[in-house]
């Protein structure tokens, strides 16, 4: 449940609308052919879901984080896909905004209002859970730097209209010569790579992206030299809770697939929702869900506070994405052999579930953030 006002309550129905009549249905089909849904994306981006989070400093509405979480889960109900082009998008500004790029952070928000896209590349062929092995460098030459090197699995990596890259300016120094820079789409010895063709969120695009003597002025780069890690590190810390209430969004349609299911289908004389066995299913299936609801609510309200979040937004993003996996499960398990069928949707809710246990960082990477957290050095 979320607590907004009547100007968020209006928000979240027109959003719940949109999702609803052009989001859910539409998506059945693109699920199966793997296609960008050009038309439903335009539309989005005209609504402006592109760029919900982008503060009002920077010409966005400057709604709450407890807000926007509200409108991520109803994308994410519709579409675990749509949702996580949406949120990936808006994650490609936060760290210009860590980085204090104002005059960046401006353009790239334009260019969100505008309904485009950004793209934020990390991830690489050899360095997934271990960032800190990346090979791309970037070299300075005179006022530009010179960028060699390609990221793997990037969300948007082939519709973006800007990247956020991160790259070794000093290989001798580890994760501290990692630098981070603002990249435009159509800038030469860009290119995109190999499109995945994926088990689930098949509605977002993911691809690599290549950079082949990509030169790129020197005030492109975000904050100082050396900052790379600690801004993409930061920007993770702030987008796993936002992944928590995707996963709670996949959850929560499960629930509601097994819920009407379980009234209409009819066994041994009643509906199947009858019996125990069932309800303490959905039962537990609710408990997880309103669980891992709150607890990415309480780290995006600690992040609104101000207050130190980071292990909290792992603890969000760890247990949402696990237990979407579980309610997805006991969604298929309910619906029995239909269940197993892509006649019913929850097949497809069980493959989008599972990403939400590898991507901004794995679980087991989010068990290491919290284990230290609780530890410390010892």
Known sequence: MYILDDEAKDLLATVKEFCEKEVKEQCKEFDVSGEWAEEMYAKAGEMGLNAIEVPEEYGGIGISKITYAALYEEMAKADAGFFTTMAVTNLALKPLIIGGRKDLAQKAADILIGGGYGAFCLTEPMAGSDASNNKTVAVKDGDEYVLNGRKCFITNGGIADFYIVTAMTDKSKGVKGMSAFYVEKGTPGLSVGNEENKMGIRTSNTTDVVFEDMRIPASALIGNEGDGFKIAMQTLDMARAVMGIGAVGVAQRCIDEAVAYSKQRIT???????????????????????????????????????????????????????????????????????????????????????????????????????????????
């Open 268 to 378: 041994f004389g009643q509906p199947i929702g009858k019996f125990q066995a069932i309800q303490f299913m959905i039962a537990d299936m609710e408990i997880k869900t309103e669980t891992a609801r709150q607890m990415s609510l309480h780290a995006l309200q600690l992040q609104e506070e101000g207050l130190p979040y980071g292990k909290e937004s792992a603890i969000a993003k760890c247990y949402a994405g696990d237990i979407a996996v579980e309610v997805a499960l006991d969604a298929i398990q309910i619906l029995g052999g239909y269940g197993y069928s892509r006649e019913y949707p929850v097949e497809k809710l069980l493959r989008d579930a599972k990403i939400f246990q590898i991507y901004e960082g794995t679980n087991q990477i989010q068990r290491t953030v919290i284990s230290r957290a609780v530890m410390g050095k010892f």
